[in-house]
Every structure is written in structure tokens, then in C-alpha cells.
């Protein structure tokens, strides 16, 4: 069964460092998400894109947050400048849209835990 | 906006008697519905959606779930539960008609099945 792969697992990084988190969604699927789940809260969303380029992001994706869909296979999400509040569990996810448009389910990769220290 | 609520942070259960997650929504069009399961240190695995159609709608590994239009609840159920079952759930909905395309979650609910 296809799935999305998201690297690494486990980030460490310095306040202050750039990251780059890294996924390969399912190939034939045409929508791209980032979403972040802060221990024990819910999971929030960051940004969606769609035809090289973002279609819909939320208020915490601010001037620190950038996508990027390098290779049309990688779809990347960089943080310039990390703060200990960026400390969280970073889902990726895709989808292809429906016969009903966006009626399908988003596929989620495991998850790359950020720590900011 | 589109919102969901998830009424209980944990839910207790014995291991064979019937479980129930409860999930509300609030969206301004007619609502995608679905609940995914997050097992400790995984991802997020759907279970479960509501488009159209029948109200009780079935997914993975014996869960069911009933949509409500009238009390916008959309509610995870199980005849029988598995110690295995226990993990985090999560409703989430989609607003079909605000041209959106993100997923709004609920902040969880904990499943505990007592063997």
C-alpha cells in the first residue's frame, strides 16, 4: 500500500538553527499538507500547496515557514529561525481530490519530531 | 469557520462491552467528516469518513461511525472492544463548500480498553 515517508524521525536542533523537514508523499497524489501536533494538543494546521504553490495556510505559518516542492517527488518544509515553541511533532500529508472534489481522506507520513533546544 | 469538538479527553472501556467516541461540528456548508487513530509514537492512520449517503458509515478494523445532521455529531462506536483499540482518536471535518482545504481536528480523545 502506498504511504507518505517523512525524514528524519527525530530532529534535534539549536534555538535559533534552520530545519528542514523532509517528505515523499503517494505519486499520484496532487495535494500536499504540513500540520504540527504540539505534545499533548491537538493537531494544528500549518499549510496546504497545490500546483507549486500554496493554497491556503494558517497563522502560524509566518515568515519562519517555508514549502517547497524541489524535485516533484520531495515536498519539504523549512523553519529559518527556530524557537523553543516550535518544538512539536510534524505530520505531512497528501491527497488526490474526489469525484466530489476534496471528499477523499488525507494520508499522513509518521511524523518528524522536532526538539528545539 | 469550521470547527470540531471532542467532549471527553479520555474514555475508560472493559475489553468486550461496546465503546463510543463522542465528536461534534460546527461548519457553514455541508460538512466531510473523519476520524483517524494515532497509536504512541506513529502517525495519524484514517479509520473512517462521511461524505454523502448512508449515515452509519463502517471502516477499519470494526469501527463504525454515525453521522447526525441535526445534532452535527458524528460519533465513533464499536460493538466490542480490543485492548488493542486503545490509542488517541481524532475527529476531523472539512467544510465541502468554503473552497478549503485544510482539516480541522479535535484535540483527541484517549482510549483506554481494561483487559
Known amino acids: 500500500e502506498p504511504e507518505v515517508t517523512q525524514t528524519p524521525s527525530h530532529q534535534v536542533t539549536q534555538m535559533g538553527q534552520e530545519v528542514i523537514l523532509r517528505c515523499v508523499p503517494i505519486s499520484n497524489h496532487l495535494y500536499f499538507y504540513w500540520y504540527r501536533q504540539i505534545l499533548g494538543q491537538k493537531v494544528e494546521f500549518l499549510v496546504s500547496?497545490?500546483?507549486?504553490?500554496?493554497?491556503?495556510k494558517s497563522e502560524i505559518f509566518d515568515d519562519q515557514f517555508s514549502v517547497e516542492r524541489p524535485d516533484g517527488s520531495n515536498f519539504t518544509l523549512k523553519i529559518r529561525s527556530t524557537k523553543l515553541e516550535d518544538s512539536a511533532m510534524y505530520f505531512c500529508?497528501?491527497?488526490?481530490?474526489?469525484?466530489?472534489?476534496?471528499?477523499?481522506?488525507?494520508?499522513f507520513g509518521q511524523g518528524t519530531r522536532l526538539t528545539v533546544v | 469557520a469550521q470547527s470540531v469538538a471532542q467532549p471527553e479527553d479520555q474514555v475508560n472501556v472493559a475489553e468486550g462491552n461496546p465503546l463510543t467516541v463522542k465528536c461534534t461540528y460546527s461548519?457553514?456548508?455541508?460538512?466531510?467528516l473523519f476520524w483517524y487513530v494515532q497509536y504512541p509514537n506513529r502517525g495519524l492512520q484514517f479509520l473512517l469518513k462521511?461524505?454523502?449517503?448512508?449515515?452509519l458509515v463502517k471502516g477499519s478494523y470494526g469501527f463504525e461511525a454515525e453521522f447526525n445532521k441535526s445534532q452535527t455529531s458524528f460519533h465513533l462506536k464499536k460493538p466490542s472492544a480490543l485492548v488493542s483499540d486503545s490509542a488517541l482518536y481524532f475527529c476531523?471535518?472539512?467544510?465541502?463548500?468554503?473552497?478549503?482545504?485544510?482539516?480541522?481536528f479535535g484535540k483527541g480523545t484517549k482510549l483506554s480498553v481494561i483487559p
Open positions: 461548519v457553514s456548508g455541508n460538512p466531510y
Open positions: 500529508a497528501s491527497l488526490t481530490p474526489g469525484s466530489l472534489g476534496m471528499n477523499t481522506e488525507a494520508f
Open positions: 476531523a471535518v472539512r467544510d465541502s463548500g468554503a473552497g478549503s482545504y485544510q482539516l480541522t
Open positions: 500547496f497545490y500546483n507549486n504553490e500554496i493554497s491556503e
Open positions: 462521511y461524505i454523502t449517503g448512508d449515515n
